[in-house]
Each structure stands twice: as structure tokens, then as C-alpha cells.
């Protein structure tokens, strides 16, 4: 790093949002750097299911997709706690990748276009100031004329910035742990399947390598109930639901130790915070049921970087480039948001599940139409 340099942008988190951002940053001539507290690659909790909205978008990142082999769902499957099942096609579709191998080849692009990275790094904090910001991290400072995040649900600067969602009393909305495993089964590669349990639901879909992600999110509250044990939770609350029980007894797990997250939250959150455009799950309470979250995450930073772009070019202001970000976020998600959220009071407490489950069974196109709610259009 140059001493004194003031970068064009700074991003903090190298997820998805971050990662697409910093490859459209670099791709226009920006001068970019990315702080990632892990070293890629790695796992995270995750779906790892893409809607087919992004397919085009990754491309242009500079990511040949089709060169991957990898496995396209056009249907979901959806269990209650009872048994109970209902089916219906996916209209748009999407396709399974693991974030072990999409954030790492995501990554590389980044490197390769000059993005300068800065893995093992842990920001401590982001200050603005004469309309610079500072960046501090335990190694070094550095200066930057825009600064994004995209640190995921929760981080330790939500936490030092008093975030709203982050210094809330625990509830019902922001006190959620999430589980993950990459599997062998033999399940049709082109399904993706959701089973409902009590106090949550997992996901289940094919990946790349013959490998399925499993996935699910159910309450703190529930896995202290069970003795803090993962395994326990599983064996008295996931087993109840049949389906769920014989994925579990007849798969090949292949982690270890699962994959975990906890404290995760779905109260709202600040698109803009401390003038810091917020991407992905750091901008909004992205529910599982909202269709995508990764998809959402990535045209996040389309939004942001368009933005950006106009700022750096002095088109816009700064307030202005703020609040067209917040306005543009707003009429790309906060519709599907919304349905997800609607959706999701359907799943959890187990009567309602069950009886949702049956009174849709007859409905295959109002089912249709519910998803459709909750994905969006290509970007």
C-alpha cells in the first residue's frame, strides 16, 4: 500500500455484494481495496441455491457459469412437520454453487483486475471526515473517497456504530441460528426442497461435485432447549418431520462440524449507515423466503456501483448518490422483502404450517404465484 493513498473505494466484507463490487469498481478503472476478515476459500451459512435472475450478471463479472457443469433446479418441494408436500415448477429457476467455490473464483477476478484484497483482515472501524473516510484495521489505516459494506448479517461494526437492529432486546426477529452442511444423497438434482420443522425450516439442493447444500434456521431459543447440542436439536426437532429424518439417517455428511451462525437478524436495517452504502444482508432483513438472497445480493452492488460511478464522475453528489442508492434498493427489494416476510409467518409454528401445507396442496398455480412474489427479473 502507497503510503497516503486515497483510494477511489473502500469495501469492507469480501462476500458476494463486496467481491461484485469491487470487480465493477476495478473493470471501470477505480482504484479499489477489499477487507476480508477470513482467507478465502471458505465455508459460510448459506442456501447456495442462485436464481437464474443473476446467471447473466455473474457472466459479466467475468464468470463462465456454463463451464462449470453445474446443476439447474426447476422445481421446489415444500414438507410441513406433518408430511404433508406440495410441488410446483419454478418459473425462472436458478442453479446450485457452493460459496466455497463461487466467493474463491469470484475473488481471483477480483485480484486479477487489480483489486488489491487484504485477507485476515478485521476492520475495526470507519470514520468520515472532510468528506474522506478513514478505514482502521489492526495492521494498517488507510483513506478512501467511498467506502461500501458488505460484512453479512451482523458484524462488530454494527455493533461499535449502535446500529438499531444490532442493540435491540433479543426477540423473536433478530435471535436466529443458522446451520449448514455440504452432503452425498440421491435426491432429483434438479429440486430444490424446503421441510418445515418447529421453529424453522431447511433447505436442501444440489452444488457442484455431486454435493448438496443443507441448510436451516431455526431459533437460539430452541437449540438452548436442547442442551446447546446441534445434534440433539436435530434428533428431537428436525427428525419429527419424515422427510427430514431420512435425509438426515441415509446422507453422507461431509463436514466434520457444520457450518454455524448465530444472533442472526431480520429486523430492518439502514440502507446508508455513517454514509457507508450497505450491500446484501448488511443493508436489510433478507429472510430465506425471499427468493434469493444471494441473487439480491449481487444486484445490490449493480445498484451501489451505478451510483458510485456517477459520484466519482462529480455527476452527482454525495447526498445524492445516498439517496438515489436508498431509493433504487427500495424499488428493487422491498416488494419481494415483503412477500418473503408474509410467506415466512406460514412456517414455524407447527399448526399453521401443517394446515398452509394442505389448503395449498389443490392450488399448484397460487403456489406458482407466491414464488413468484418473492424472486425478481434478470439485472
Known amino acids: 500500500m502507497t503510503k497516503n ?11 458476494l455484494a463486496g467481491l461484485a463490487l469491487a470487480i465493477q469498481s476495478a473493470k471501470a478503472g477505480y482504484d479499489v481495496i477489499l477487507f476480508e476478515k477470513e482467507t478465502y476459500p ?20 467475468g464468470l463462465q457459469l456454463k463451464t462449470l457443469n453445474l446443476p439447474l433446479i426447476t422445481k421446489l418441494n415444500i414438507t410441513a412437520p406433518n408430511g ?10 436458478g442453479f446450485g454453487i457452493s460459496r466455497y467455490l463461487l466467493d474463491n473464483d469470484l475473488f481471483k477476478i477480483a485480484k486479477m483486475l487489480g483489486v488489491q484484497v487484504q485477507q485476515s483482515t478485521k476492520v475495526d472501524d470507519v470514520t468520515f ?22 460484512f453479512g448479517k451482523r458484524s462488530n461494526l454494527d455493533i461499535k456504530w449502535n446500529r438499531n437492529f444490532a442493540i435491540k432486546k433479543r426477540n423473536k426477529l433478530n435471535n436466529y441460528i443458522g446451520i449448514k452442511y455440504h452432503v452425498q444423497t440421491n435426491l432429483p438434482s434438479n429440486l430444490i426442497s424446503l421441510h418445515n420443522f418447529k421453529n424453522g425450516y431447511c433447505g436442501i439442493s444440489k452444488i457442484e ?16 432447549q436442547n442442551n446447546n447440542s446441534i445434534k440433539l436439536l436435530e434428533e428431537n426437532i428436525l427428525y419429527k418431520n419424515k422427510a427430514l429424518k431420512s435425509i438426515f439417517e441415509n446422507a453422507t ?7 454455524t451462525i448465530a444472533q442472526i437478524s431480520f429486523d430492518k436495517k439502514e440502507t446508508v449507515a455513517n454514509h457507508i452504502l450497505m450491500l446484501g444482508d448488511a443493508a436489510g432483513m433478507i429472510t430465506p423466503l425471499c427468493g434469493n438472497g444471494m441473487s439480491m445480493a449481487l444486484h445490490s452492488s449493480k445498484i451501489a456501483f451505478k451510483q458510485i460511478e456517477l459520484f466519482l464522475e462529480s455527476k452527482i453528489t454525495r447526498n445524492k448518490m445516498e ?9 428493487a427489494f422491498s416488494n419481494r422483502m415483503y412477500a418473503g416476510r408474509i410467506i415466512q409467518n406460514f412456517f414455524g ?31
Open 129 to 150: 471526515d472532510n468528506n474522506i473516510f478513514s478505514v482502521t484495521t489492526s495492521l494498517h489505516n488507510i483513506q478512501a473517497k467511498i467506502v461500501a459494506g458488505s
Open 5 to 15: 493513498k486515497i483510494y477511489d473505494i473502500a469495501i469492507v466484507g469480501g462476500g
Open 42 to 61: 471458505f465455508h459460510k451459512v448459506c442456501g447456495e441455491y442462485v436464481s437464474m435472475e443473476s446467471w447473466d450478471f455473474i457472466e459479466s463479472l
Open 323 to 331: 439517496f438515489a442508492y436508498q431509493k433504487e434498493w427500495e424499488n
Open 209 to 224: 461435485d455431486n454435493k448438496y447444500c443443507l441448510c436451516y434456521l431455526t431459533t437460539a431459543k430452541q437449540l438452548k
Open 253 to 259: 455428511f461431509l463436514f466434520e462440524q457444520p457450518c
Open 84 to 93: 404433508k408436500m406440495i410441488e410446483t415448477n419454478l418459473l425462472l429457476g
Open 349 to 379: 409454528k407447527t399448526w399453521v404450517t401443517n394446515l398452509f401445507i394442505q389448503c395449498m396442496e389443490p392450488f399448484n398455480k397460487t403456489i406458482s404465484w407466491l414464488v413468484k412474489q418473492t424472486h425478481g427479473t434478470p439485472f
